[in-house]
């Protein structure tokens, strides 16, 4: 039997009952190591793990579970250790030495009855997660009702021990895996799939076993705060569980961060260091930091995640099919298809699957417009007057590529169009205006989630996050920062100075803002948002205008400072004193319930920002009239 070790810090070994180790007949390569030690006893030769074995040397340790949403634990995972003065304390020194000497199976049941007898003699509370190789769980040494007799020694009812399943080899015997699994859950234990992404056999477990529980590998979990591919995949790991009934389990959440995440993805379960390490004695109530966390009202701000949808199209998005013709045909094939459809540009050359060039529509037709052209070259093959040496871009080549592709070709493939392949073979093709129209498409895709002149995130995820706030019914501000006088800034100073006070206001904001509570965006021109959970708020927002005041002082002529403004045409054609751009902010105290959703938020918000940009200088205005009308409306 053949064990796969994992790293000291991710490996849980799998555990069994002491019963099953006196049932389970040695292999050869067990009893050739037994007859050895028998027969050097009166030398006092034993190996280190024979004796961890015969004077039953393991500690159990127990990490808690938690339950996100009751903020208790579920239960607790059994994990094992070796003597903490041994090379086999840990367990990858422990299970490798099992696996060379031939004894991985007497060591796993040890191990199980370790932690069974520890968790029943400390009375935890809640379920046990039991570690179980797929070896040992479809070994034929086990015996039907073993399980259940040791448990009832133990006063532990079977619905509280749940069987985790760890892939630790990339392929199963998954029938008679799923008939061993199916027979433990027919006597009441439930089923656990750990560490869900690390392989790929998992997800073919999933579907099978449709166990009670799945555990994510961690290494989706820890830095889930700051990489929005780690956010979807959680995000679609959780959607598939809550189709098919499967409580997800979270594993090695180390930071407050993470847990805000995982928990409002709406994950069920925790487990890691921040929640609580593995200990002999493990405690009983989540810390005092874990539970403020779980009662805290606010949301996690989820991490920018831009649109894909730039990085994946490719050139085959630009394909339009047209059929081929051989260099042989005659012209006059080619002269009746352009005569019978005047929207084709371009035809290609093809044999035997292979481009060999582009005949152009307006040079063709060009040619046959002269005297006697086509009785002179209407029978004759149509390739010698082809452009040769086409373009030719495979269908996997990514649009922003390819645009820096043809900017560097002769500028003629960008009118006569170029030819799209696949593994050198014709498929379509494309011209310079598809590639264009596609481009243009891809930035005002790009623009609703992400501005790309300070590439905050944009209306799409701004929209979003309100949502988020209002389904959580958490308390937020809302606010709409707008500058004032801009456009005869821009009109006075040019657009790249515009841009300038742009990207200032900014970072302004961003400084001003909690980036653990606060969410920032950027709906396009001069116009910010802030979704706040601040509770000192009001002070950032004050501090924002103060920074603001003073750094924008920096992007004036000292002349148009000390007159407090400058001159500029307006719309009008009348020249007139402009004031000094100014901050204004309009914020919206949003309580739960108040609003039902973004489209309300937003509204109510510009008007909070028509108020502000009523006043002169850098203000703040904050609409009470809302919640006051519903305060007196109250009884």
């Given at each position: 039997m053949?064990?796969?070790?994992?790293?000291?810090?991710?490996?849980?070994?799998?555990?069994l009952?002491?019963d099953?180790?006196?049932?389970?007949?040695r292999?050869?390569?067990?009893?050739?190591?037994?007859q050895?030690v028998c027969?050097?006893?009166?030398?006092v030769?034993?190996?280190p793990?024979?004796?961890?074995?015969e004077?039953?040397k393991?500690?159990?340790?127990?990490q808690?579970i938690?339950d996100?949403?009751?903020?208790?634990?579920?239960?607790?995972?059994?994990?094992i250790?070796g003597?903490s003065?041994s090379t086999?304390?840990?367990?990858?020194?422990?299970?490798?030495?099992?696996?060379?000497?031939?004894?991985s199976l007497?060591?796993?049941m040890?191990?199980?009855?370790t932690?069974?007898?520890?968790?029943s003699?400390q009375?935890?509370?809640?379920?046990?997660?039991l570690?179980?190789?797929?070896?040992?769980?479809?070994?034929?040494?086990?015996?039907?009702?073993?399980?259940?007799?040791?448990?009832n020694?133990?006063n532990?009812?079977?619905?509280r021990?749940v069987?985790?399943?760890?892939?630790?080899q990339?392929t199963?015997?998954?029938?008679?895996?799923?008939?061993?699994?199916?027979?433990?859950?027919?006597?009441?234990?439930?089923?656990?799939?750990?560490?869900?992404?690390e392989?790929?056999s998992?997800l073919?477990?999933w579907s099978?076993?449709r166990?009670?529980f799945?555990?994510?590998?961690?290494?989706f979990?820890q830095?889930?705060?700051?990489?929005?591919?780690?956010?979807?995949?959680l995000?679609?790991?959780?959607?598939?569980a809550?189709?098919?009934?499967?409580?997800?389990?979270?594993e090695?959440?180390?930071?407050?961060?993470e847990?805000?995440?995982?928990?409002?993805?709406?994950?069920?379960?925790?487990?890691?260091?921040?929640?609580?390490?593995?200990?002999?004695?493990?405690?009983?109530?989540?810390s005092?930091?874990?539970?403020?966390?779980?009662?805290?009202n606010?949301?996690?701000?989820?991490?920018?995640?831009?649109?894909?949808?730039?990085?994946?199209?490719?050139?085959?998005k630009?394909?339009?099919?047209?059929?081929?013709?051989?260099p042989d045909?005659?012209?006059?094939i080619?002269?009746d298809r352009?005569?019978?459809?005047p929207?084709?540009?371009?035809?290609?050359?093809?044999?035997?699957?292979?481009?060999?060039?582009?005949?152009?529509r307006?040079?063709f037709?060009?040619?046959?417009?002269k005297?006697?052209?086509?009785?002179?070259?209407g029978k004759k093959?149509?390739g010698?007057?082809?452009?040769?040496?086409p373009?030719?871009?495979?269908?996997?080549?990514?649009i922003?590529?390819?645009?820096?592709?043809l900017?560097?070709?002769?500028?003629?493939?960008f009118a006569?169009?170029?030819?799209?392949?696949?593994?050198?073979?014709?498929i379509?093709?494309?011209?310079g205006?598809d590639?264009?129209?596609?481009?243009t498409?891809m930035?005002?895709?790009?623009?609703?989630?992400?501005?790309?002149?300070?590439?905050?995130?944009?209306?799409?995820?701004?929209?979003?996050?309100?949502?988020?706030?209002?389904?959580?019914?958490?308390?937020?501000?809302?606010c709409?920062?707008?500058?004032d006088?801009?456009?005869?800034?821009?009109?006075?100073y040019?657009?790249?100075?515009?841009?300038?006070?742009?990207?200032?206001?900014s970072?302004i904001?961003?400084?001003?803002?909690?980036?653990?509570l606060?969410?920032i965006?950027?709906?396009?021109g001069?116009?910010?948002?802030?979704?706040?959970?601040?509770?000192?708020?009001?002070?950032?927002?004050?501090?924002?205008?103060?920074?603001f005041?003073?750094?924008?002082?920096?992007?004036?002529?000292d002349?148009?400072?000390?007159?407090?403004?400058?001159?500029?045409?307006?719309?009008?054609g009348?020249?007139?004193?402009?004031?000094?751009?100014?901050?204004?902010?309009?914020?919206?105290?949003?309580?739960?319930?108040?609003?039902?959703?973004?489209?309300e938020?937003?509204?109510?918000m510009?008007?909070?920002?028509?108020m502000?940009?009523?006043?002169?200088?850098?203000?703040?205005?904050v609409?009470?009239r809302?919640?006051?009308a519903?305060n007196?409306?109250r009884?």
């Open positions: 053949s064990v796969t070790i994992l790293p000291t810090e991710y490996y849980r070994p799998p555990t009952p002491m099953f180790l006196r049932a389970v007949p292999s050869p390569r067990a009893e050739f190591i037994s050895h027969a050097q006893e009166s030398m030769v034993m190996t793990l024979r004796e961890i074995i004077q039953r393991l500690t159990a340790l127990f808690p938690l996100l949403k009751s903020g208790e634990f579920l239960g607790f995972e059994g994990l250790r003597p003065d086999l304390h840990s367990p990858v020194n422990l299970f490798g030495a099992a696996v060379r000497e031939g004894v007497e060591v796993e040890l191990s199980r009855q932690v069974l007898e520890a968790f003699m009375n935890l509370p809640g379920n046990l997660f570690n179980v190789s797929p070896q040992t769980l479809t070994d034929p040494s086990f015996k039907n009702g073993q399980t259940l007799v040791f448990l020694e133990l532990i009812d079977p619905s021990v069987i985790e399943i760890t892939e630790n990339p199963y015997d998954f029938e008679a895996m799923r008939g061993a699994l199916l027979h433990y859950r027919s006597m009441g234990f439930k089923i656990a799939i750990d560490d869900l992404g392989g790929f998992s073919r477990l099978e076993l166990p009670e799945v555990k994510i590998d961690m290494h979990v830095g889930v705060d700051h990489d929005p591919i780690k956010l979807q995949f995000k679609s790991i959780q959607g598939i809550e189709s098919c009934g499967t409580r997800v389990i979270a090695g959440v180390e930071t407050e961060a847990l805000r995440v995982v928990r409002d993805i709406g994950i069920a379960l925790g487990q890691g260091y921040f929640i609580a390490r593995p200990n002999p004695t493990p405690p009983i109530l989540p005092a930091d874990t539970s403020r966390i779980l009662n805290a606010n949301i996690a701000i989820f991490p920018k995640s831009e649109s894909s949808y730039r990085s994946q199209v490719t050139a085959s630009l394909l339009t099919y047209i059929e081929p013709v051989h045909s005659p012209n006059d080619i002269f352009f005569s019978a459809n929207a084709l540009r371009i035809i290609p050359l093809v044999k035997g699957g292979t481009p060999l060039g582009i005949i152009n307006y040079s037709i060009d040619f046959f417009a005297p006697f052209q086509r009785e002179l070259h093959p149509c010698e007057l082809a452009q040769a040496d373009l030719l871009v495979e269908k996997g080549m990514p922003e590529e390819l645009s820096h592709f900017s560097e070709a002769d500028s003629r493939h006569d169009g170029f030819i799209i392949t696949e593994n050198g073979r014709y379509g093709v494309a011209s205006q590639l264009l129209r596609e481009l498409q930035q005002l895709e790009a623009a609703r989630y992400a501005n790309p002149l300070t590439l905050l995130p944009g209306n799409v995820p701004i929209n979003q996050h309100i949502e988020r706030l209002l389904h959580a019914n958490t308390p937020f501000v809302a709409y920062c707008d500058l006088n801009f456009k005869p800034y821009n009109d006075t040019s657009y790249r100075k515009g841009d300038e006070m742009i990207q200032l206001t970072r904001l961003s400084w001003a803002c909690d980036p653990k606060d969410f965006g950027h709906i396009g001069d116009d910010f948002i802030l979704l706040m959970q601040s509770r000192d708020w009001k002070v950032r927002c004050e501090n924002a205008l103060r920074s005041e003073q750094a924008a002082t920096l992007m004036f002529d002349a148009h400072v000390v007159a407090g403004g400058y001159c500029s045409e307006g719309r009008d009348v020249v007139q004193l402009h004031p000094l751009t100014s901050l204004s902010i309009g914020a919206i105290q949003a309580a739960p319930n108040q609003y039902i959703s973004h489209h938020v937003s509204s109510a510009t008007e909070a920002k028509k502000a940009k009523k006043m002169s200088g850098n203000t703040l205005f609409e009470q809302v919640i006051q519903k007196e409306s009884p």
